[in-house]
């Protein structure tokens, strides 16, 4: 029978307790693992072990599908009405709200980042996703298409039947709805892995699942690490589709792993280095302020991130200046400080990662403007950090940080900058920032990105598609567009009259 983990929590953000199973949530309960391992859960706000979760395995992740796919059979998919689905999972977002502030004080505890941005952004924003995919479920449709009086020709969105899916750390619960409502919206079976060093919403969010009134086996949610879990999920022949937010370098792995099985289609939400473009003619206070936001939120670990911020030479000194002047102001510190913007990084091993590349800037000759050194001795704790003088073939300038690590970078001319901001093999996001209207159209246009930002930046709208072009990613997320990853489309041949 699997442990439980208790937590008392007496911060001036939240105040509460929460308990929770450590088990694996396989065919709606809590099991313990067949191989018995456990993964240490770390507070990276002091670098100590909050608990330890059941780690699967591969045997694990078998049960898992075997139980999907027996429950896809037998009590989802197309056994339950689209308007049914959609009530469960409208109940099952009731749910999410109602234990909001328990969500986000774990995920402040296990990730780091601000309990109020876990609140506010992570948290309502996984709600509303999930409310939203609620209302698409009974909008699954096919159409009809006209060929011959002789023929009736339609066609139908079907479930693609057990679906894998693996989700990062850096925002966990928006990842999960974010992976799970579509997939139950279309009719699918899931199994699913959370990141190993956020594991503990995840967990919450299994003791709503029954709740909601979900038959055993719909949801199944399977703790571990990526080469074992993970892999297993990407090569499992039962598990049909896989979705996988993450890295650039894992993605592959697991495309790899999904061919080399039962070929399945893979949907990937990889990484990014996304320029932040700034004309001489923007608004300047506005352009600092959405550029701070733009690499500084959730401590830079954002597959979005502004990191690449060009800035016209005529306002170059004058934005650095303000820039800098924010940059320096953000408040970094306990999590649970209601006025903390900054928390550590999300692990030792992304602390060491992150003061590796700044090390690498350096060694390159670039120049720290600002911060690049650790905060404290307890905890992963990083000064919001500025680079100057950066050129084009630096590792900083081209290769994915995730961090609060930010590259300022000059140039003349629009032609010059779109081709600077489109030299990357990434291609998640970009930010124009232009009071012109002809040129900040002309421009995000021309930048090979999924998603362009006029004005603003980090701008997600739920009924909005995102993803990413070239090494960013496979597919859209969010939006109607998500749909599409999760059904697959049968051709209906009726013959009504033709005769041989």
Same mark, same amino acid.
């Given at each position: 029978?699997?442990?439980?983990?208790?937590?008392?929590?007496?911060?001036?953000?939240?105040?509460?307790?929460?308990?929770?199973?450590?088990?694996?949530?396989?065919?709606?309960?809590?099991?313990?693992?067949?191989?018995?391992?456990?993964? =240490?859960?770390?507070?990276?706000?002091?670098?100590?072990?909050?608990?330890?979760?059941?780690?699967?395995?591969?045997?694990?992740?078998?049960?898992?599908?075997?139980?999907?796919?027996?429950?896809?059979?037998?009590?989802?998919?197309?056994?339950?009405?689209?308007?049914?689905?959609?009530? *469960?999972?409208?109940? *099952?977002?009731?749910?999410?709200?109602?234990?909001?502030?328990?969500?986000?004080?774990?995920?402040?505890?296990?990730?780091?980042?601000?309990?109020?941005?876990?609140?506010?952004?992570?948290?309502?924003?996984?709600?509303?996703?999930?409310?939203?995919?609620?209302?698409?479920?009974?909008?699954? /449709?096919?159409?009809?298409?006209?060929?011959?009086?002789?023929?009736?020709?339609?066609?139908?969105?079907?479930?693609?039947?057990?679906?894998?899916?693996?989700?990062?750390?850096?925002?966990?619960?928006?990842?999960?709805?974010?992976?799970?409502? %579509?997939?139950?919206?279309?009719?699918?079976?899931?199994?699913?892995?959370?990141?190993?060093?956020?594991?503990?919403?995840?967990?919450?969010?299994?003791?709503?699942?029954?709740?909601?009134?979900?038959?055993?086996?719909?949801?199944?949610?399977?703790?571990?690490?990526? %080469?074992?879990?993970?892999?297993?999920?990407?090569?499992?022949?039962?598990?049909?589709?896989?979705?996988?937010?993450?890295?650039?370098?894992? !993605?592959?792995?697991?495309?790899?792993?999904?061919?080399?099985?039962?070929?399945?289609?893979?949907?990937?939400?990889?990484?990014?280095?996304? %320029?932040?473009?700034?004309? =001489?003619?923007?608004?300047?206070?506005?352009?600092?302020?959405?550029?701070?936001?733009?690499?500084?939120?959730?401590?830079?670990? /954002?597959?979005?991130?502004?990191?690449?911020?060009?800035?016209?030479?005529?306002?170059?000194?004058?934005?650095?200046?303000?820039?800098?002047?924010?940059?320096?102001?953000?408040?970094?510190?306990?999590?649970?400080?209601?006025?903390?913007?900054?928390?550590?990084?999300?692990?030792?091993?992304?602390?060491?990662?992150?003061?590796?590349?700044?090390?690498?800037?350096?060694?390159?000759?670039?120049?720290?403007? *600002?911060?690049?050194?650790?905060?404290?001795?307890?905890?992963?704790?990083?000064? %919001?950090?500025?680079?100057?003088?950066?050129?084009?073939?630096?590792?900083?300038?081209?290769?994915?940080?995730?961090?609060?690590?930010?590259?300022?970078?000059?140039?003349?001319?629009? =032609?010059?900058?779109?081709?600077?901001?489109?030299?990357?093999?990434?291609?998640?996001?970009?930010?124009?920032?232009?009071?012109?209207?002809?040129?900040?159209?002309?421009?995000?246009?021309?930048?090979?990105?999924?998603?362009?930002?006029?004005?603003?930046?980090?701008?997600?709208?739920?009924?909005?598609?995102?993803? !990413?072009?070239?090494?960013?990613?496979?597919?859209?997320?969010?939006?109607?567009?998500?749909?599409?990853?999760?059904?697959?489309?049968?051709?209906?041949?009726?013959?009504?009259?033709?005769?041989?």
């Amino acid at each position: 029978m699997p442990s439980t983990f208790t937590k008392t929590f007496d911060t001036p953000a939240y105040k509460g307790t929460v308990t929770i199973p450590l088990g694996l949530y396989i065919n709606g309960e809590f099991v313990d693992p067949v191989e018995g391992g456990t993964i =240490d859960v770390v507070n990276p706000a002091t670098g100590k072990v909050v608990t330890s979760i059941a780690a699967g395995t591969k045997a694990d992740i078998d049960i898992a599908a075997k139980a999907a796919k027996k429950a896809y059979k037998s009590s989802w998919g197309l056994k339950v009405p689209g308007a049914q689905r959609g009530k *469960l999972m409208s109940k *099952l977002a009731v749910l999410m709200e109602e234990h909001i502030a328990e969500f986000a004080a774990l995920d402040a505890l296990a990730n780091g980042k601000a309990y109020n941005t876990a609140y506010s952004r992570d948290n309502k924003g996984a709600i509303a996703v999930m409310e939203y995919y609620a209302g698409w479920a009974d909008k699954i /449709n096919g159409k009809t298409i006209e060929t011959n009086e002789n023929k009736l020709a339609y066609t139908r969105h079907e479930p693609i039947g057990v679906v894998g899916q693996i989700i990062p750390w850096n925002v966990p619960m928006f990842s999960l709805s974010l992976k799970i409502a %579509p997939a139950l919206a279309t009719g699918n079976t899931i199994v699913l892995k959370p990141s190993e060093l956020t594991p503990l919403s995840a967990l919450l969010f299994c003791t709503l699942i029954e709740k909601a009134g979900f038959p055993p086996g719909v949801i199944n949610i399977v703790n571990g690490y990526g %080469p074992t879990a993970g892999q297993a999920i990407s090569e499992h022949p039962l598990i049909e589709k896989v979705a996988f937010t993450g890295s650039t370098l894992t !993605g592959r792995k697991i495309m790899e792993a999904a061919a080399k099985s039962n070929l399945k289609p893979v949907t990937l939400e990889l990484g990014g280095k996304s %320029p932040n473009v700034i004309f =001489d003619d923007a608004d300047l206070e506005q352009a600092v302020k959405w550029a701070i936001h733009g690499i500084y939120f959730n401590h830079g670990q /954002n597959c979005s991130a502004g990191s690449r911020i060009f800035v016209q030479e005529s306002i170059y000194d004058t934005f650095l200046d303000q820039f800098t002047e924010q940059a320096r102001a953000i408040k970094v510190g306990d999590p649970f400080s209601p006025d903390t913007y900054q928390g550590p990084q999300v692990s030792k091993t992304q602390f060491e990662r992150i003061m590796g590349y700044i090390t690498s800037g350096k060694n390159d000759g670039a120049t720290v403007h *600002l911060g690049g050194k650790q905060i404290g001795q307890e905890g992963y704790f990083i000064e %919001p950090t500025i680079f100057t003088e950066c050129q084009p073939d630096m590792k900083i300038v081209r290769e994915e940080i995730f961090g609060p690590v930010a590259c300022v970078l000059k140039f003349k001319t629009e =032609d010059e900058v779109v081709e600077q901001a489109n030299d990357t093999s990434y291609g998640l996001a970009a930010s124009v920032f232009t009071k012109d209207i002809d040129r900040a159209i002309r421009v995000a246009h021309a930048l090979e990105a999924g998603t362009a930002w006029i004005n603003c930046a980090n701008q997600t709208e739920i009924s909005m598609p995102f993803g !990413g072009f070239k090494q960013s990613g496979i597919g859209r997320e969010l939006s109607e567009y998500a749909l599409e990853n999760y059904t697959n489309v049968k051709a209906v041949h009726v013959n009504i009259g033709i005769r041989l």
